[in-house]
Nanobody, 125 residues
Framework: QVQLVESGGRLVQTGDSLTLACAAS????????MAWFRQAPGKEREFLAA????????YYADSVKGRFTISRVAAENTVYLQMNNLKPDDTADYYC??????????????????WGQGTQVTVSS
């Protein structure tokens, strides 16, 4: 069992940067993928970025590539999402998730078995 706790969400202004953290408790095996998603009101959950714990291979949605960076500190079992040049459209609840049975797909919410409770990011114009 894996428990995830996100933190770092807050109100920011357009153009600001913000880093979210996701602390995982329980054993994170090298085969796991960890990812960040977001969900805005009235919209579906959207994939942002993922990384494979073992080899640190990282994947990004086209919509955030170049602005968002996913990283991890293995010793802390923590995954981060660095977000730059934030825009009002980035306003959403941000979630981290763990996929323990990677089957080649990493961008669908149903690929992930464990989820955090989310942290809210609001970008004012």
């Amino acid at each position: 069992q894996v428990q995830l706790v996100e933190s770092g969400g807050r109100l920011v202004q357009t153009g600001d940067s913000l880093t979210l953290a996701c602390a995982a408790s329980g054993q994170i095996l090298s085969s796991y993928h960890m990812a960040w998603f977001r969900q805005a009101p009235g919209k579906e959950r959207e994939f942002l970025a993922a990384l494979q714990w073992r080899n640190y291979r990282r994947y990004y949605a086209d919509s955030v590539k170049g602005r968002f960076t996913i990283s991890r500190v293995a010793a802390e079992n923590t995954v981060y999402l660095q977000m730059n040049n934030l825009k009002p459209d980035d306003t959403a609840d941000y979630y981290c998730a763990v996929d323990i049975n990677y089957d080649g797909s990493y961008s669908r919410p149903k690929d992930y078995e464990w989820w955090g409770q989310g942290t809210q990011v609001t970008v004012s114009s």
